[in-house]
């Protein structure tokens, strides 16, 4: 069974806005999707769906085959596990330590296991040193670290990240990234909204491309952000790599390499197989 299964989602804001217009897709334990589009396409709608943040006009949303039309949020924030794209909307604890221990303390586990938890994400996201600051006074880099930490501290079947490169620099972003993707290799899945295509590239296993409510595209990174054609209905451009790799096509490089190593290696093949 997904871990997440999506059919004929409709979803209509009372002002009449119809963001979802029956969108279709799963997810398996293990992958890691982006969903990608412009402003106003859908994504941080349909990710509110998952957790039950929001509920369907119509069609269905299944968690782990809970309907999120009936199971209530709290229910639903032990299976998915949701960082909004402002941490401040989700960081209200005195210290960053409890506000990492926080969910797991409220999903009633000893005391040990909440401590040891806790210790895990703060040694991960480089967060000891400031245990006993608030959060609230940490930069905003350090406090997305927290919001994230205390998340993956519940560990939740799903983690759904909104924009999390905002407010850190290539090297925090590195690390958060590779922390979240360590997380999925543990069967887990993880969706990421993001406009940064070399976050896609660099860590999603799977990209659906949104407009207008609707998904234009679903595959791999590659295929997704080589395809032109969907990508220009979405009012976007293919990353620079991608544009690279078409205007080499008729000499045999694959449209798909649009990750910078496989973009090397298929480079290298082509000029190796020319001369």
Request: with cysteine; charged share 20%; glycine share 10%.
């Amino acid at each position: 069974m997904p871990l997440i299964e999506v059919t004929d989602l409709h979803h209509s804001f009372p002002d009449g806005w119809d963001a979802l217009d029956g969108v279709n897709f799963a997810v398996e334990a293990g992958e890691y999707v982006a969903l990608i589009g412009p402003n106003g396409s859908g994504k941080t709608t349909l990710a509110k769906h998952l957790n039950g943040l929001l509920k369907p006009t119509s069609g269905r949303v299944l968690v782990a085959g809970m309907d999120t039309a009936h199971g209530s949020v709290a229910a639903l924030a032990r299976r998915v596990g949701y960082v909004f794209q402002n941490p401040d909307h989700q960081i209200f604890c005195t210290t960053v330590e409890e506000e990492i221990s926080f969910a797991p303390r409220a999903q009633g586990l000893p005391p040990e296991i909440v401590g040891n938890r806790a210790q895990e994400e703060m040694r991960a996201f480089g967060l000891v040193e400031v245990a006993a600051r608030p959060p609230a006074i940490l930069s905003p880099g350090l406090r997305r670290k927290v919001a994230i930490a205390s998340v993956l501290a519940a560990q939740p079947d799903l983690l759904v990240l909104d924009e999390p490169s905002v407010g850190l620099d290539a090297h925090e972003q590195e690390d958060v990234l590779a922390r979240v993707s360590d997380y999925r290799h543990d069967g887990r899945s993880v969706v990421l909204i993001t406009h940064d295509m070399a976050l896609v590239t660099r860590w999603a296993t799977r990209c659906l491309l949104l407009s207008e409510g609707r998904i234009l595209a679903d595959g791999t990174p590659g295929a997704v952000l080589g395809d032109s054609s969907a990508l220009a209905r979405a009012g976007m451009r293919p990353p620079a790599l991608a544009r690279l790799a078409q205007a080499l096509a008729p000499l045999g490089m694959p449209t798909d390499a649009v990750q910078v190593e496989a973009f090397g290696r298929a480079y290298l093949e082509l000029v190796e197989g020319r001369s």
